[in-house]
């Protein structure tokens, strides 16, 4: 019944790649006088080397400073045009989008267009180095005057070794970020902000045939380049790795962390429903056990963070006051272990998979921003090489059987091949797991 | 192919026709207001069920309870225990929200069209017929009491907090939802009876459903799933007491810090009350936040953020009530800039009702931003039930979307600044620093507006 009530669920599109490289994808949808514009280039902090960390994200910042033609900001001319606009950065890919009234296409893509072609005459020294403050406060307000905010760059550290592009974080440590130069920005620019290694999508109030015809016209134009060699390098866990970091929090955490299946991956949406069945909602097995039952924790959460070179699978939870971490790890492994036994109930596929389509139809509501149809048709472009995925993705899904999944949690949530981090309040270290390694993260 | 003149930005076209969505209005017999609004798109549907009394209705020393009640509809109704609501919830892939602000409480779930009925009637036994048992309440306490612990060491948490405190002194909205650790101790389970019973009342609520069905269908299943809710009887108020309190003309604090030993950054709050959501101020007012911090593209973001670097994000907002409302200008800043950045805002505020009125391309910039980007909001059946439960909140007249544009281009230089006159005063502003204190105490001094007045973490 599930399926064929929702059988006209698509994301349709047209595609044409340019000559100089660059893909055009266009969705129409005309329910509202807006068109979404959405670029990805496939460069992010997988393509810094170590010393350079951080670099990516910097240079996203340089993109909002302005352009040859219009050296004067990028965001004035198309606020005043009545756009949203934001962009982001993270180890695969960089993302920048407009949501303009349909009255001002043109604009958003004289904007985006001159910004491909053109950046570099607009980067100064002066806004280069403003940039990098900007940068460097960005780290402090989201990792480092936050609490367990350093924790992702402990456990980058531990789950790849240190010439692994994941071995870092996307904003870099702070002494790469100082030690950053404007010489940098042009090779950067040179080698991965180019028509070949982007894809370019419309989407919303604007028939096809014209939003392909003024993509030629603004990125015709730019010369396109060779496009960077995918990055393959594989990652593991000898053993069970147990570190402690400390914080300025109330609350001891626990992280475990594991490597898993790579974006779109065989067994990539089987992790992605296993995160849920083990921490989505009440009715999850570990929230119900430890948050709801014991309330030995204050919260948990189980994600797969699907990436391009190979995914991780993060669970995480917060002891309630009193209560030991080590109660918490021994619980959390009876129910891995269970669900590595048993796999899911009839009961858990059924809600899983209703929820998954839900949410895919969700997912058809908005036509730009993070996350909206012209992201997710970029996203498929540039990851799988075709826009055609949506209807896929959703039946990677559908397909999951309890058997799959129950495979999947035995092959990748081994206890023998996985990071345990205890976050621990400062000079607290008897609140750690026993045998806990100390880590630091600046 | 067509040759582009890179000399010039191209300009941009007059603003397409936009037809927002109609309203239609219905009150079922129990005294429920219902609006129903058709928005075809994607087959979804959404329920928003508001309920006058959000957490300026926490009866004093019970600071929290109105968010507790909220929280509790989730925890068990009817036959269904906690987890099989949770289950149930699951089943239809329903997104299931609860929004308490200081007037109102907005319940929330969001479905496919093919379970409208599954969902309406879910929210209904709910919101409407919680179980509210006392173990249960004990648990989403603890959880609450836990979750304020963990804020003392959130710094914009604890900037937020004791903002609301410094600003309102005494009043019913001088507290965050979540409330305080001593409120939330002293709320008992036949507070939590009691508050629903007085508060969760059909004619003091309204139903607002949008999405992909017919007006005559969405009111036909609001009738289902309501109509036979029945008022207790118990004899309630207008659940927006708050709005009706006068914040005392106190002193004002000038300067406050609260010390967070080794902080990287300084959060700052800088602002004041100034007046209602139902202002005949408003356009101006938006027009002037717009331009002083609202958007990127404002002076205050432009000067902390692309000409200092001081920051990675300036804005200011009003915190919007039924009452009488603040404005707030609020980032964080690196710490050897904390002093310097603060002068900077302070400027920025008080020259804009005096040496420095918008410019024309300013304030065109400001209300173009403003109109163009306007029915964008009405993109999805949650952003536009949304918007209908705004207009209800405040009492706004159904025309109010299609005015909007016209109101805000009938907005002058002159009228921003006198509404800034109105209602910025930088006598009046409070500037409070939560950060390394013994690092920038110095520093604050220098800023002649008095001695900082130190406060402790306090939720």
Redesign the interface.
Known sequence: MTAT?LADIDLPFTKRTLANGLDVIVHE?H????VAVNVWYHVGSKNERPGRTGFAHLFEHLMFEGS???NA?Y???L??????LNGSTNADRTNYWE?V????V??AL??E??RMG?LLPAITRERF??????????R???Y????YGMVMMALSAALYPPDHPYSWMTIGSADDIRAMQLEDVQDFFRTYYHPSNASLVLAG?IETERAL?LA???F??IPGGARPRRIVKGAELPSEQRLLLED????PRLYMAWHSPAMFAAGDAEMDLVGDLLAN???SRLY?TL??DL?IA?DVSAHQSSREIGSFFLLAA?A??GCSLGDIAARIDEELHRLAGDGPSV?EM??AV??????F??R????GGFGGKSDQLNAYNVMKGTPAFFVADLDRYRRATRGLLQESARQHLRFDRRIVLSVIPRGQHTLALPGSTPVSAS | MRRIDRSRLPDVGPDPAFVFPAIARHTLRNGLRVCTVEHHSVPVISFTLQVDGGSGSDPDGLEGLAAVVADMADEGTGALSAIEVSDALARIGADYDVDVGGDATDFSLTTLTRFASRGACLLADMVTRPRLLESEFVRVRQLRLDRLRQLKDVASAVAEQTFLRLVYGAHPYAHLPIGTDAGLRRVTPEDVVSFHARSVQPSRSTLIVCGAMSHDDQLREAEHAFGGWASTGVSNGNGTAAADVMPANTPVTRLAAVPREGAAQSELRIGHLTTRRVTPDYPALLVMNALLGGQFVSRINLKLREEKGYTYGARTSFDWRRGISPFTLQTSVHTAATADAITDCLAEIGSLRGTRPPSEAELALAKASLTRGYPRGFETAQQVARSVAMLSLYDLPDTYFEEFVSKINAVTSADVVAAAARHLDPSRITTLVVGDYSAIAESLRGLNIGEPQLHAVEF
């Open positions: 009530a949808d329910h509202v006088p807006i040859q033609h219009y900001g965001f004035p001319p606020q005043q045009a009545g756009a949203l949501v009234p349909t009255s001002a043109d604009r004289w904007m267009s001159d053109y180095e403003t940039q990098r403050d900007v940068v460097l406060n960005e402090r307000q989201s480092e005057n936050r609490p109030d015809e030629d016209a603004y015709g134009e300025r929090v109330e609350l909602g009440k009715t119900k948050v709801y309330r204050l917060t309630a006051p009961e059924d809600r209703a929820q998954a389509e839900a949410h139809m969700y058809l509501q908005t036509v």
